[in-house]
């Protein structure tokens, strides 16, 4: 299957009509039609639904679109990257990472990197560990800022002197915001929001001592800034990283630190054996050097 075929049938997913894709490509509509009619026969499944006014995508179609928007980025980053390998650095590097406190240290690092190298861009990519780390493996992401523990077979990394907290989020008015900490048996039988990641789940359930399926879950979700959002609403306790709370409003959620502390350090990593462009050959070694510096030196969190 060819990636200009692919184009084709995103372009026809995005348009929903042929003939609107055919405009925006510069190609005749029956060509069009012809090429989709080719890609159906060749992977033996129906691809859309002809409605009268748009076109739909069948369950099979749904799949193959998601692969070939992964496809397609990943050769467009690579067409664009190899022309670069022996000029001034320059390009696109992505990185991956959830809402920890470490991205202070990341902001540092990339900043001081575009001063020595300014026509690099950086693309963050927000999401949780287990999405960061399937990209990663995908090649649609160059550099993921992790919590540990890494897979060292998959992975290489420098690890960041950042500890990452496990908090309770809850309305200012709360009677447990009125204490220094929050302990398991505060938040006995209470409403939980807890992060979507099963192994978290299950690292908070040996928190508690219970498990996992004993306690009292309202919600999960795979970012805390939505969980916030419930919690303001008044449907439960979230337990999230405390990375992102600074940028909060205190007047609508605090946190307090779970006690006996729960906590993590972070990586910032990448796929072992995995060939990268010149910017992010280049960054990977800025990262290792910028992180061998003197602790005193760095970015104190």
């Not at 739909?56 to 390998?85: H, N, S, Y």
């Not at 861009?121 to 649609?140: N, Q």
């Amino acid at each position: 299957m060819e990636i200009r075929v692919l184009k084709y049938f995103l372009t026809v997913v995005r348009e929903e009509s042929i003939s609107r894709a055919a405009e925006v490509l510069h190609i005749t509509q029956p060509t069009l039609s012809r090429q989709l009619a080719q890609m159906e026969e060749e992977t033996g499944v129906k691809l859309f639904q002809r409605g009268s006014r748009k076109i739909t995508l069948t369950a099979e179609g749904i799949l193959l679109r998601r692969r070939a928007e992964e496809i397609v980025e990943l050769v467009d980053r690579t067409v664009a990257e190899l022309p670069l390998q022996e000029k001034e650095v320059e390009g696109t590097i992505s990185i991956g990472s959830g809402e920890v406190a470490a991205m202070e240290v990341l902001a540092e690092i990339c900043g001081a990197f575009r001063k020595k190298h300014p026509k690099v861009i950086f693309d963050l990519y927000t999401a949780t560990a287990d999405v960061v780390k399937e990209r990663m493996e995908r090649g649609l992401i160059d550099i993921g800022l992790l919590l540990e523990p890494v897979d060292k077979e998959k992975f290489e990394y420098a690890r960041l002197a950042v500890k990452e907290r496990f908090v309770v989020l809850m309305k200012p008015d709360d009677p447990l915001a009125k204490k220094e900490r929050v302990t398991k048996e505060d938040l006995d039988g209470l409403p939980l929001i807890l992060p979507r990641r099963l192994n978290v789940q299950s690292e908070l359930a040996n928190w508690f001592g219970k498990d996992p399926d004993s306690l009292n879950v309202a919600f999960t979700g795979n970012l805390p800034t939505n969980s916030a959002v419930m919690v303001k609403h008044g449907y439960g306790y979230a337990v999230a990283i405390e990375g992102v709370i600074p940028y909060w409003d205190k007047k609508q959620i605090v946190s307090r630190p779970l006690y006996p502390e729960l906590a993590s350090r972070t990586v910032l990593a990448w796929k072992r054996g995995q060939p990268f462009g010149s910017a992010t050959e280049k960054f990977i070694e800025y990262i290792k050097c910028f992180l061998s510096i003197d602790e005193s030196q760095k970015l104190s969190i």
